[in-house]
Structure formats: C-alpha cells, structure tokens
C-alpha cells in the first residue's frame, strides 16, 4: 500500500547549524508535499509545501527539495534556534483516487542552545 | 484564520463506552478527517469525509463510526471503546483536494 516513510526519527542539533529531514513516498501518483510542524501540546501546523511541478521552494530559513524521479523530498531549516524545536512530519498526497494524505512517522528536532 | 475546534482537550472513558468526539471547523471546508496520533506511528488516518453527509473509510476505521449531518461538523463515534484506542485524536478540514489540510488541537483519550 502506500506509505511515507520518515527520516531521522530523532535528529539533535546545535543553535546554528542546519538541519535536514528526508522522506521517500511510494504512490508514484502523489504530487503534494506538506510539511507540518507540531510543537509540544499544539496542533500540527504547516509550515511549507511543495508541488510536483516544482524541484525546489524556500520561505526564510525553510526549503523544501523535491526529487520525483527517485521520489524523494526534504527539508532544510538552516540557521536553526531553540524555537525550531518540535516534531516534524512530512505528507504526501495522491492525485486520484480520494487525495488522500499519508503523512510520515515524524522526526523529533532538539535545538541546542 | 481557518478555525478547527475539537470539543474536548482531554477525556477519560470506560471500556464498553460509547464515546463521541466532535469537530467543528468554521470555514465551510468540504473535506474533513479524522486522525489518531501514536508516538513513533505519525498520523493514520481513521474516516475522512468530502461532503455532507458523505464518508469514506480511511486506513484504519475498525472500532470507529462517524458522521456528518453538517458540512461544519464530523463526529468521531467509538462505539464500545477499548483500551488500544487510547491516542491522542486530531480533527482536520480543508477546502478542496488542492489546498493543505488545518488541524484543531487534539483530543486526547484515554480509555480505562
């Protein structure tokens, strides 16, 4: 069936640095990624998305690449602070067939400061 | 602001009960879907509906009914609840296929 899987589970990071996030989806027939960040007691909220036409998008410190080829997406948050810190999930979503969204297992993001 | 608000923050249950969880979302979204969150699972989603009075299962509905009497409202009904349906539950709207998905604050329950 299809499934989204998610990469790290858990990534820890210094103030500063960067940090990357990969999913792979499965349905070659998904052409909408979201992105989601859910801080700790709060709902998941978006926070940038990408559509199949498109290779890569950037919003300030975020940037999600798109490789459909290989069906692979990431996110990039560059300069990270202790307020990145939260759980991050990616999604894919079909084109036919209910759009229905599958949505990864998350990563766990820690910023150290 | 799309609005998506879960009844209940927290509920406690019995098992046997018959529980109703609701979501109301205030920006006449056609889509809505039910969601339960499990630590190292992500979002799997239980029932989804595109329209009023319309509904179709998702990955995992065993245990789960719901309903959508009002294009603003979709209930989430267990009907005998159990103990592995302890999670934390998020509602979510959107407008059409084409936009993202609004999630409400969640429900978690807790089944004893």
């Known amino acids: 069936g299809e499934n989204v899987e998610q990469h790290p589970s858990t990534l820890s990071v210094q103030e500063g640095d960067s940090a990357v996030i990969k999913c792979t989806y499965s349905d070659s027939a998904s052409n909408y990624f979201p992105w989601y960040k859910q801080e700790l007691g709060k709902r998941p909220q978006l926070i940038i998305d990408?559509?199949?036409?498109?290779g890569e998008k950037k919003d300030q410190r975020i940037a999600v690449t798109l490789n459909k080829t290989a069906k692979h997406f990431s996110l990039h948050i560059t300069e990270t602070q202790p307020e990145d810190s939260a759980v991050y999930f990616c999604a894919a979503r079909r084109n036919t067939g209910g759009f229905k969204t599958i949505f990864g297992a998350g990563t766990r993001l820690f910023v150290k400061a | 602001d799309v609005k998506v608000t879960q009844s209940s923050r927290y509920l406690v249950k019995r098992t046997g009960e018959k529980v109703f969880l609701e979501c109301v979302q205030d920006m006449d979204h056609e889509n809505m879907f039910w969601y339960r969150q499990d630590p190292g699972l992500g979002l799997r989603l239980i029932y989804f509906?595109?329209?009023?009075?319309?509904?179709e299962k998702g990955d995992i509905p065993e245990g789960y009914s719901v309903s959508r009497e009002k294009k603003e409202r979709f209930s989430l009904i267990l009907e005998s609840a159990s103990t592995n349906q302890t999670s934390m539950y998020l509602c979510a709207s959107r407008s059409d296929p084409n936009q993202p998905q609004h999630f409400g604050d969640g429900t978690r329950l807790s089944i004893l």
């Open positions: 509906s595109y329209d009023v009075k319309m509904k």
């Open positions: 990408i559509r199949s036409n498109v």
